[in-house]
């Protein structure tokens, strides 16, 4: 068990519960205390923050775009597997005679 005792267990029960107590009447006191923007200020700093997170996004799509064709212009073009290709190179397997080597351990 945690706790050593009953006594020690109930000490630490009534010790935080009224911690917790001092906590909550501290935070509502807190509260009262606040002052809270106004309407047209709330939508004011609402709409510089979409506008904000749309710019970056833009920005940050903007960056990307040029990297891709900076990368799809210097690297070279992976070639393209036919599946028929690939089904004739499997049944080249099937019908080849292919002979496992291995080294013997003596």
Known sequence: M????????TFLKIHN????I???????SEI??????????????STVAII?????????WFIDF????AVKSTAKPVQQIEVSD?????????NAD???VTEDAE
Not at 22 to 28: C, L, P, R, S, V
Not at 52 to 60: E, L, P, Y
Not at 66 to 69: N, S
Request: hydrophobic fraction near 45%; aromatic fraction near 20%; include cysteine.
């Open 98 to 100: 292919v002979k496992v």
């Open 32 to 45: 009262h205390n606040v002052t809270w923007p106004t309407k047209k200020h709330t939508k004011h700093i």
């Open 86 to 94: 690939i089904q004739a190179t499997t049944e080249n397997w099937e």
């Open 66 to 69: 040029w990297f891709d064709k």
């Open 2 to 9: 945690f706790f050593r005792s009953k006594k020690h267990f």
């Open 17 to 20: 519960f009224s911690k917790m």
């Open 52 to 60: 904000f997170t749309i710019s970056c996004a833009i920005f940050i």
């Open 22 to 28: 001092k906590f909550f009447k501290d935070a509502i």
